[in-house]
């Protein structure tokens, strides 16, 4: 069976950073692109960004650009989000996902909540 | 900025037809975008239906069906269940840069 397991999720203050992660089990973890989405309350996905199998290629939407970054550790089938520099827009529940396509396979998400 | 339009909102009878619609700022979808379909219902996480324009997962049924047509990405239901209702996004890989459309809210009345 497939599961995406996000942790590290909580609330924290404007300024401040957090570490989410996500555990994947049941798939071929190093053989496939790894995404973060968010949702903010009561609104859609967002894509916040994605990492090649061998972690080479990185890519973030613009407005996490040089705040967020993502990373993973094959060996141990682990998918990681380092968010520094927090706004309040930053939050939402995030989703990591990954597999065939990109997106085939969803974890039940964390919440931030970045609020003073 | 790529902006992703879909429909707000559709309402379609039980065991009816409906298509849904996905379009990008940048012009006209083609497959080269890889269009991704999801189903979200209240309070889970999205479940991916379609991906690479047309192909289904394991797990999605037949009457789910996607397709370009007039220059967008499409999803048509065929013979809508009452618990097809639920809101619906695409996805568009875009080089560098995936975006999610809004949303479709499509209900079953």
């Known amino acids: 069976e497939v599961q995406l397991v996000e942790s590290g999720g909580g609330l924290v203050q404007p300024g401040g950073s957090l570490r989410l992660s996500c555990a994947a089990s049941g798939f071929s973890f190093s053989s496939y692109w790894m995404t973060w989405v968010r949702q903010a309350p009561g609104k859609g996905l967002e894509w916040v960004a994605n990492?090649?199998?061998?972690?080479?290629?990185?890519y973030y939407v613009d407005s996490v650009e040089g705040r967020f970054t993502i990373s993973r550790d094959n060996a141990k089938n682990l998918l990681y989000l380092q968010m520094d520099s927090l706004r309040g827009e930053d939050t939402a529940v995030y989703f990591c996902?990954?597999?065939?396509?990109?997106?085939?396979?969803w974890g039940q998400g964390t919440l931030v909540t970045v609020s003073s | 900025q790529t902006v992703v339009t879909q429909e707000p909102s559709l309402t379609v009878s039980p065991g009816g037809t409906v298509t849904l619609t996905c379009a990008s700022s940048?012009?006209?979808?083609?497959?080269?975008?890889?269009p991704n379909w999801f189903q979200q219902k209240p309070g889970q996480p999205p479940r991916a239906l379609i991906y690479?324009?047309?192909n289904r997962h394991s797990w999605t049924p037949a009457r789910f069906s996607g397709s370009l047509l007039g220059g967008k990405a499409a999803l048509t239901l065929s013979g809508v269940q009452p618990e097809d209702e639920a809101e619906y996004y695409c996805l568009l890989l875009h080089p560098g840069a995936w975006v999610f459309g809004g949303g479709t809210k499509l209900t079953v009345l």
């Open positions: 940048t012009g006209a979808v083609t497959s080269g975008f890889y």
């Open positions: 690479s324009t047309f």
């Open positions: 990492i090649k199998e061998d972690g080479s290629e990185k």
């Open positions: 996902a990954g597999g065939n396509s990109g997106c085939e396979y």
